[in-house]
Each structure stands twice: as structure tokens, then as C-alpha cells.
């Protein structure tokens, strides 16, 4: 731990009589001074103002086939030169012949029922990759690695605090155009965060009963939207209550060493929500690690765990609504691909959590970067 | 009638209208040679028309038009609106609000609510429905009852509309409009009378009183009750005034009296004219500028009129209101989801007073950066009511860039004073503004700029102290700043400014201000039910 968050802490434990009872959310910004001394007997926390996947790009070498089509570009090649023009030239002839979008019988539409329809194959990463990964000592590591396999019930059950968490979701997107650097992902990239639509807060603190010093780090979601300031960004120091919904309250046990957070696994699950989608991000066995900035006041690291396929689904595959509509084809048109070629592709590379049954992997490595503001997490449940 | 030729017509007919108004009002003043005689014009600032139509005709009515830039002079706008006039653009303006008022007033969807009976349109000229109308607004507008050339003139106004094929109630529609675009609506005429008791000299006339009275204390024409007590003369009796100041100062209104001081007094309405780096200050939306305004109102509000607190005390407050977009600004928790709450600052804070809100901070600095100098000068200005001379014409500017390479706002002015020609000056605001160099140019806390440690020790007068609370603790003892609100409040009452009558009352209202503990209740009723509060000396220049 740096000096000046140990001199904080103990100041905090003393001068507010509440041993045992701390709260660092704010150190960084205290140490920083953009917070007022007189203000440390408030509790702190932190509004996530980036939450994106980590898609890193692909290589020349990691698609040999191409990207994967998406239904416009199907349609397309499948035309002579001729008859594909117009529809090139005017985008609604396109929609009008791909149309309906939005199916009245879910099991007419691939992407609201992607099981029901035969897998059209989808191009993915399956050659070793060099990318960052979260190792089990809470380190990240960028080593060259073959795919990820989906272990045994058994293997996976007394293994998986060893294990170092891949990013085999990338393997599944990384052939798709719209998850290229430049592609339409990266563009909407936090959008969700900034339309008020996903706020993120982190808590951390509460017992340090314990005798390894850890500390409580908390998840939450909130229903009130971030606010933007004049550069477009979330502002700090937003007052902001988590969701009265006690699943969206993830706990982890955590460890702040040298200025950088970690947690033990946990299992997570926040509000997903973006233009028409109203789903949940669940991830299991999710670890944290936050590098907390002492002259911004600013954290910022990766978020890793295994999500849950039937969340994957539901948020990325069908993108429901609170109709129940799916959106999802019109987003897999727009990205280059197909719902029922991702739907196979993610239960092929799915990497955690066999079933003890079919010993068939039910959730997939995954990899988001974070990056969090300082701000006041209201309405928390109390320290454990 | 071709509607463009309508609207040329009745045009005419309003600026007849205010030609007349100013004859007749001639011929009044000629007669007050003898009996009244207008001894000084105000021209009413935005706020006050606002709310003098808003109170005349509800807050439903609303006003299409630009206001003619409020002046300010001696550093407020109550001051400078005796030096305003209107432009020839600006009566522009002045008249197409007159007439927008004037169509929603009588338009067919709100005209129940202000005219209960029925006009008389084959009587137009005597009917009594739409004398009563105008004899009874003409008063609430121009604050006391119409003369009968005024009255007449405006009922012409009605005949001839109709004569040109209007209806009647278009008719009454551009007589109020004539009502609401003439110079004694625009402008707050004080008239004085014969002073009966004592031969020769003279007195405000009874609703020239109410109207000082009125607009010191609620910044807003006179009441009904008002208007009425000055028609029974009871302004002129001390207990009837002493009766009616009560009543004022009991008011609700009286806060929006006081917000309207104080906004003048800090200068508030330059706040729009604040402009600051997107970039460095994302915090700093129009909404929380707006907030920020509010703050600074509510805490004075809340301190001087609900707490009834020493006035000296604002600059070691504690505690200030909050609501969710400010508690960004001051990095503090708010709980309350929507609306204000209360924030207290704990000892260890550096925020603390009046000073230490971010309305002042971001008021009193550059765009791209706070200003000790300017904050300095605002301190002396505003709550010392001292005079800081402007930069001399020949100030060498190119000083300035030798100096950006220093780190801290404190290095940068050091060598700044060690120019004669700035040291003079600057000496008398630096040392102030500096003690506040913790707050950014939008007012948030900071301890560094630049990456260096600001220091924020300083000095006032003599007296050296250190940060914020330090500042506020030093005005909090000076004895000017009791004397300097005094003066003030004085001068936006729109006291007597003859030195013979300003220097022996404000002496009087200072011990007693310093008697009521620092009250400004009682600093308002002691203003308000001063005799000499509303002497005037009669020059014949005047006269109109």
C-alpha cells in the first residue's frame, strides 16, 4: 500500500471512532487534494464511466477465411451484379427485402430462437493469441495461447482459482467486422453509460476484520443516470443510490496493495441495458483488478469472469426487450454476423462452468476494461 | 379595414397615445410647480417589470421581447436605474411587450379572468365597464390613479379602434398596451408635494412613498393595500408607515425583495456572461450555474430573514444548501434525490462562509482559470464598499507572459507586484484573493496547481490569516463590512444621496444596525421607517 493511503486509513479509523469500519473509495482522490480533508468521514465509491469489452483487433493471420457476413451482406453476394445495385444504392430496398426485422413469432426470427435453426457456421479465432488475460495472482499476463478448452466438472470445480481467465469471447467476435477497432462496438462503445441507460457504481471498504487486512469491494447497479459534463464525459463526485434490487449488490472480498485493487472470484450480475435492450450482464467467477490513480483520483483496470451463456443470449444474441422483442437482427446485420452462427460459436469456445451432466461448458471467458470516477454510493447495504 | 392598414392605424393611435401621456403629464408638472413635481425617474430593471406584471396580472401572462441592458453604477443596478433611459430600439421592444401583454390580458381565452363585465361598445367614451377597467389597472401600472387626461386618452384610444372597425375589446386591448408602454409604467416618477405642517418646503407625495417602499422591499409595485394606505395619506404618518413596513416585512414577498438585493449586490446578473473552458470545467453545465446562484441566494435567504442571524456571521457559515448537481462541484454526497438540502462542512474543511461558494469563485475568475485579483477586488468592492482604481491605459500586457511561467497564481502576482506601476493596486486585492487560490476557477477544492502545494496564507488591512475560513473569519471582524452592507442597502433603497441628509443617517442606521446585533430585518425597518429615508431636495431642474 502507498504511504499515503496508509496515513489515510488511519486517519479515517481514528478520527471517526469507527474502527474496524473504513472506506477507501475516496483515498485516491484525497491523496490526490480534489477532495476536501473535511469530507473524509463520508463514505466513498465510484461510478463506472467506461465499461467496454477488450477487442483487441484482428491480425492478418487470425481470420484466413475473412470476416463473417451478416444477412444484408449474405443477401448481397447471393445476387448476380446485375440485381445487387439498387439495393447497394438505396439502404430501404435492402430493409424492405430482408424485412420483417421484428418477427410476431419468435420462432420464425434466428435470433430470438437461434437454437431452433441450423448452425450457418461462424469464423473465429482459433489460432494462439497474444492478449492480455487475468491471472490467478490477480496480475494480468499477455502470453501467446492457444484457445481456451472447456475442462471437466471436476477439473473445473477444484481448479478454478488457479485457472487464468481468457478472453475466449474475443475469439468468438474477433472475425466480425463491427468488433474491429474502428467498427460500429467500439463507436458505441460506453454510449450505454452516457444515455443514462447503465450506471455502474463500485464501493470499496466496509470490514477490515479480517486478519489478511481485506477489504469489501462492492458492484452495483443504479437506476439513476450518470450526468455529463461539458466534455461529454460523466462528471465525479455524482451522488448516486444503488438499485433497491438487492441481486444487482455483488460482493467481493478484495486487496488493496501499492495503490492497486483486487478481488477474490465472485459472481456478478448488473443491469445491461442499451437503446432497446433491458437485459443482465451475469458473470461467474468474475474478478476485479483497479489500479487507483493517487493524482486523478481515477481507477481504471479489467474486469474478467465467465459469462453465464444464457445471459450471453439473452443480452448479446437475442438483445430482448422489455416487450420482448428481440433486436437481434437488425444488431447482427449491423456488426456482420448471424444470431444462430454466434449462438454455436459461443457454445463451441465456451470455456467455464461444465455442466456436471452433459460436461458441456455453460458459460465463456470474457474481458472488459473498466475504467471509474470518484463519486457517492448512496443507499448502499450496510458493511457486511 | 386590410389588417396591414389596421395595425398602422392603431400604431399610430398608441404612439398619439404616448405623446398625449407626456403632454399631460407636462401640464400636471406645470401645475406642481405649485403642487407635485417629479424629482426623479427610475427605470424599472428587468426583474422588477417581471414581477410588476406578474403581480399585477398573474404569472400566467408572459413577456415576448429584449429589455433595454440594465446599467449598472456605483456598483448596482437600483443605483444605475436612475441613469437609465430608453432608446429608440429599446421603446421598440418596450411596445411589443406592452402589446403581447396586452392580447393575452384581453384575448378571448383569459379576458374573463381581468374584465368581469361587459363593455359598452356604442358608449365606448363612458362607459363605465371599460373606464372602471383601465381607471383600475392604469393605477396598479402607473402606481397611483390615472389623472383624467390620462384616463381620457386611453378611452379614446378605445373610440377610435372601433371607429376603424376594430372590436371592443380589441379597442380596451391597445389602450392597456398604450398604458403598459408609457413612461410611467417604464419608469418609477417620484413626485413631491407641498409638506403641509411646514410652509414652503415639500414632501414625496404619498404614492411616490408606497412605490420607494414598495420596490425597496419586495422590488415590485405597491399592493393594493399599499396604494390604498397612500390614498388615505397614512404614508405620511409615522405609525401609519411604521404600520405599513410592518406588514412588508412580514410578507413572503420580502425574500423576493432580498433575492433581488443580493443578486444586485454580488452582481448576478453578469452570471450569463460568464463564459469558461468546456475542458477544464465540465462540471460547470447552465444548470449548475444556475444552482450555483441559488445556493448563494438561499444561504443569505436562509441566514438573514428565516435565522434572523448576525449579517457577519454569513462569512464563517457553516452549512450551505446542496442539491445533486452542486454536490459535484463540492465533491460532498447528497442525499436528497431531488431539491436542496443542507451541507455543514466539518472544522477540517477548507470551505467554509459566504466566500467559499462556488457562485463568488466562478463569478470572480478567468475562463481558464481562478483570479486572486479579481477576488481580492470583488472582496473590497462588494463587502468593504472600497474603491480599487482600474489598470492605469499605458499597463504593459507583455508583463504578463514573463510571468505565465511561474507554477502557482502566488509566484505569478509576486513578480507582477514587483512592477510599480502594478504594485500600487494590485497590493490592496492579491493578498485577499490569494487566501482563496484553493478553489478553482469554477470554486472546486484543490490543493495543488501545477503539481506545486498552494499556499494560501494572506492578508486584509493588516491582519494576516491563512485560506478560506481565514478570510472569512477576518471579514467576519472588520468593521467595515456591517458599515458597507449598511450603505449599500441604503443606496439600492434609493435613499436620499444629498450628503447633508446620506452622511447624519447612515451614521444612525450604522449604530443602529450594530444594536440589533447585525439584523438585517431590523437594518430593513429601521431604512424603511426612517423619515428622513424619504426627504428629498426639490431643484428646479426637476420639474418637468
Known amino acids: 500500500m502507498r504511504r499515503g493511503h496508509c496515513e489515510v486509513l488511519s486517519r479515517l479509523c481514528l478520527r471517526g471512532g469507527i474502527a474496524g469500519l473504513v472506506f477507501v473509495g475516496s483515498l485516491a482522490a484525497q491523496a490526490a487534494g480534489i477532495v476536501d480533508a473535511g469530507l473524509a468521514s463520508e463514505p466513498g465509491g465510484y461510478l463506472v464511466t467506461e465499461f467496454r469489452l477488450v477487442t483487441p483487433g484482428a491480425g492478418p493471420e487470425d481470420c484466413p477465411d475473412g470476416f463473417n457476413e451478416g444477412y444484408s451482406q449474405q443477401f448481397l453476394a447471393g445476387l448476380p451484379p446485375a440485381e445487387r445495385e439498387p439495393y447497394e444504392k438505396d439502404p430501404r430496398l435492402l430493409q424492405q427485402a430482408l424485412a420483417p426485422w421484428y418477427y410476431d413469432d419468435p420462432a420464425e426470427d434466428p435470433c430470438a430462437s437461434p437454437a431452433a435453426f441450423p448452425d450457418p457456421g461462424m469464423r473465429t479465432i482459433e489460432r494462439p493469441l497474444t492478449m492480455t488475460r487475468f491471472e490467478p495472482d490477480g496480475s494480468l499476463s499477455t502470453r501467446e495461447l492457444p484457445p481456451s478448452q472447456c475442462p471437466t466438472p471436476e477439473a473445473f470445480a477444484t481448479q478454478v482459482e488457479q485457472r487464468t481467465i481468457d478472453n475466449q469471447y474475443w475469439r468468438v467476435m474477433g472475425c466480425v467486422r463491427g468488433y474491429q477497432a474502428n467498427g460500429l462496438a467500439a463507436s458505441f462503445a460506453d454510449s450505454a453509460i452516457l444515455d443514462g441507460s447503465m450506471t455502474i457504481l463500485l464501493s470499496v471498504g466496509g470490514a477490515a476484520s479480517a486478519d489478511d487486512g481485506a477489504i469489501d469491494v462492492w458492484m452495483y447497479s443504479s437506476h439513476q443516470p450518470v450526468t455529463v459534463g461539458t466534455d461529454g464525459k460523466p462528471l465525479p463526485f455524482a451522488s448516486l443510490p444503488v438499485s433497491a434490487e438487492s441481486r444487482y449488490h455483488n460482493v467481493a472480498r478484495g486487496h488493496l496493495r501499492d495503490g492497486v485493487l483486487t478481488t477474490d472470484r465472485f459472481n456478478l450480475r448488473i443491469i445491461q441495458a442499451a437503446q432497446r435492450l433491458d437485459s443482465e450482464l451475469y458473470l461467474r467467477d468474475a474478478r476485479l483488478r483497479l489500479e487507483l490513480d493517487s493524482e486523478t483520483g481515477v481507477a481504471s483496470g479489467f474486469l474478467a469472469g465467465y459469462w453465464d451463456l444464457d445471459s450471453l443470449a439473452h443480452a448479446a444474441i437475442r438483445i430482448q426487450d422489455r416487450t420482448g422483442l428481440s433486436s437481434g437482427k437488425p444488431a447482427a446485420d449491423a456488426h456482420g454476423y448471424t444470431c444462430p452462427g454466434k449462438y454455436y460459436a459461443v457454445h463451441r469456445l465456451a470455456d467455464g462452468h461444465p455442466d456436471p451432466e452433459s460436461g458441456h461448458c455453460s458459460s465463456i471467458s470474457v474481458l472488459y476494461s473498466v475504467r471509474a470516477v470518484p463519486a457517492f454510493v448512496l443507499d448502499a447495504p450496510k458493511p457486511m | 379595414m386590410p389588417e396591414a392598414r389596421y395595425r398602422r392605424v392603431v400604431l399610430l393611435l398608441c404612439l398619439v397615445v404616448w405623446a398625449a401621456g407626456a403632454h399631460a403629464s407636462g401640464q400636471v408638472s406645470q401645475q406642481a410647480q405649485e403642487t407635485d413635481a417629479v424629482v426623479a425617474m427610475y427605470r424599472l430593471t428587468q426583474t422588477q417589470y417581471r414581477q410588476s406584471i406578474a403581480d399585477i396580472f398573474g404569472d400566467g401572462v408572459r413577456i415576448y421581447g429584449r429589455f433595454e441592458p440594465d446599467y449598472r453604477r456605483d456598483h448596482l443596478l437600483a443605483t444605475g436605474s436612475a441613469w437609465a433611459s430608453v432608446s429608440p430600439s429599446g421603446f421598440e421592444q418596450y411596445e411589443r411587450m406592452a402589446r403581447g401583454i396586452a392580447e393575452q390580458v384581453l384575448g378571448a381565452e383569459q379576458r374573463a379572468r381581468f374584465l368581469a363585465c361587459e363593455p359598452d361598445a356604442a358608449n365606448a367614451r363612458t362607459d363605465t365597464c371599460i373606464q372602471g377597467f383601465l381607471a383600475g389597472y392604469g393605477e396598479k401600472l402607473f402606481r397611483r390613479p390615472l389623472t383624467a387626461d390620462e384616463l381620457a386618452s386611453r378611452l379614446e384610444v378605445v373610440a377610435q379602434v372601433l371607429e376603424i372597425g376594430g372590436d371592443v375589446h380589441e379597442g380596451i386591448q391597445y389602450a392597456l398596451a398604450s398604458l403598459l408602454a408609457s413612461p410611467e409604467f417604464l419608469f418609477r416618477i417620484e413626485a413631491v408635494e407641498p409638506e403641509p405642517q411646514r410652509p414652503g418646503e415639500t414632501r414625496l407625495t404619498g404614492y411616490s412613498k408606497a412605490a420607494r417602499l414598495s420596490f425597496f422591499l419586495w422590488n415590485t409595485t405597491p399592493d393594493t393595500q399599499l396604494l390604498a394606505a397612500a390614498e388615505r395619506g397614512e404614508l405620511h404618518d409615522p405609525a401609519g408607515m411604521r404600520r405599513q413596513v410592518k406588514r412588508l416585512l412580514a410578507s413572503p414577498r420580502l425574500e423576493t425583495g432580498m433575492r433581488s438585493l443580493f443578486a444586485d449586490m454580488l452582481r448576478f446578473d453578469t452570471f450569463p456572461e460568464v463564459s469558461k473552458d468546456a475542458a477544464l470545467y465540465p462540471v460547470l453545465t447552465s444548470e449548475v450555474a444556475q444552482a450555483m446562484q441559488e445556493q448563494t441566494l438561499q444561504t443569505l435567504m436562509q441566514h438573514l430573514l428565516v435565522e434572523n442571524a448576525d449579517y457577519r456571521e454569513l462569512f464563517t457559515r457553516e452549512s450551505m444548501p446542496m442539491d445533486r448537481r452542486l454536490g459535484m462541484v463540492y465533491a460532498v454526497p447528497v442525499t436528497a434525490p431531488e431539491g436542496w438540502d443542507s451541507y455543514r462542512f466539518n472544522e477540517a474543511s477548507a470551505r467554509g462562509g459566504l466566500l467559499s461558494q462556488a457562485s463568488l469563485l466562478s463569478l470572480h475568475a478567468h475562463a481558464g482559470s481562478s ?174
Not at chain 2, 485579483?373 to 499605458?394: H, K
Not at chain 2, 452622511?503 to 431604512?527: E, K, M, V
Open chain 2, 371 to 544: 483570479s486572486p485579483t479579481l477576488r481580492g477586488l470583488f472582496v473590497r468592492e462588494t463587502f468593504l464598499c472600497q474603491t480599487v482604481p482600474p489598470p492605469p491605459a499605458d499597463v504593459d500586457f507583455t508583463l504578463e507572459e514573463g510571468f505565465a511561467v511561474e507554477a502557482t497564481a502566488r509566484e505569478r502576482l509576486t513578480r507582477h507586484r514587483s512592477e510599480p506601476v502594478c504594485a500600487g493596486c494590485h497590493h490592496l486585492m492579491d493578498p485577499i484573493g490569494l487566501t482563496l487560490e484553493q478553489f478553482d476557477g469554477v470554486g472546486m477544492y484543490r490543493t495543488r496547481e501545477n503539481g506545486h502545494l498552494i499556499d494560501v496564507s494572506g492578508e486584509l488591512d493588516g491582519r494576516q490569516f491563512s485560506g478560506a475560513k481565514g478570510l472569512g473569519q477576518a471579514l467576519s471582524e472588520h468593521p467595515r463590512v456591517p458599515e458597507c452592507l449598511v450603505n449599500t442597502v441604503y443606496r439600492y433603497a434609493g435613499g436620499p444621496q444629498d450628503d447633508t441628509v446620506q452622511g447624519p443617517l447612515l451614521q444612525t442606521l450604522n449604530a443602529q444596525f450594530a444594536d440589533s446585533g447585525y439584523r438585517l430585518r431590523d437594518l430593513l425597518r429601521q431604512i424603511a421607517t426612517s423619515d428622513d429615508f424619504y426627504s428629498v431636495s426639490v431643484s428646479d431642474d426637476w420639474a418637468i
